[in-house]
């Protein structure tokens, strides 16, 4: 399975710098929310979302961003990630995530559940992204109005 | 204005015609990073309606929300459930 290296933010400033980019971007599809929790702390989850579609328009997507970080010296290194992209319109997902999987750790995998099906243990194989990376993908994606298509993704063999 | 702005996203042209400005004058502004675009192919750009709200009705614009806990609990073990879907009334 993809091991990945992780991100490191060498100081606290640059991880301030790093939200203040990622608002800014989100902030042009929705208004998002941020919850910070544990700066001060060794362990730190950095949880941002942004819902697509402020009334008059029903919510039609959810860009779900969740990060976990290790105090690294005076900065960060990113230990985990999930970020997912729901289709409410197709009722379909994509993500791409980081985690320990069957036993594993810092698996990186991608989550492609298509149009029409419930939510599936199924993994694929992932190479490493930023958030932002991913969600130049995901925003794209959903901007196109093409449904999720897992064609190409290789199974990642865990289930 | 801002009544009018109902559609998940706008061509550059239908922001042009909102804003009452040339078409080339809003692909000037996504170039310039003034205006926020997804780019789907070489000629075609995507403005979500939020980003024509900042720009023709920004008082119509909430902020983001941020909620910062300093020493709050984090679990380490929530990276590795997976997240439920957001809206189980469907």
């Known amino acids: ?159 | 204005m801002a009544t009018e702005l109902n559609q998940p996203f706008y061509s550059p042209a239908e922001v042009a015609r909102l804003a009452g400005l040339h078409p080339s004058t809003i692909l000037s502004y996504i170039h310039a990073g003034r205006l926020y675009a997804v780019k789907l192919s070489e000629r075609t750009y995507r403005i979500p309606n939020r980003a024509v709200r900042k720009m023709l009705a920004p008082e119509t614009v909430s902020p983001p929300r941020i909620v910062e806990q300093p020493h709050g609990h984090v679990d380490p073990t929530e990276a590795d459930r997976e997240p439920e879907w957001p809206w189980p009334e469907d």
């Open chain 1, 1 to 159: 399975m993809a091991l990945a290296r992780g991100l490191t933010l060498r100081d606290d400033h640059a991880f301030e710098q790093r939200t203040a980019t990622i608002l800014a971007i989100l902030d042009d599809l929705g208004s998002p929310s941020l919850d910070d929790t544990g700066k001060a702390d060794a362990l730190r989850r950095f949880h941002v979302e942004v819902d697509i579609g402020e009334a008059p328009l029903a919510i039609q997507a959810r860009f779900r961003y969740l990060e976990w970080w290790s105090r690294d010296g005076r900065g960060w290194r990113l230990t985990k990630y999930q970020y997912d992209y729901f289709d409410r319109v197709h009722r379909s997902r994509l993500a791409y995530h980081r985690h320990h999987l069957a036993g594993e750790p810092d698996v990186l995998h991608i989550h492609c559940e298509p149009s029409g099906k419930p939510p599936s243990a199924r993994h694929f194989r992932a190479y490493e992204v930023d958030l932002l990376e991913a969600h130049e993908e995901l925003a794209a994606l959903y901007v196109s109005g093409r449904a999720i298509d897992c064609a190409g993704l290789r199974p990642l063999r865990v289930d």
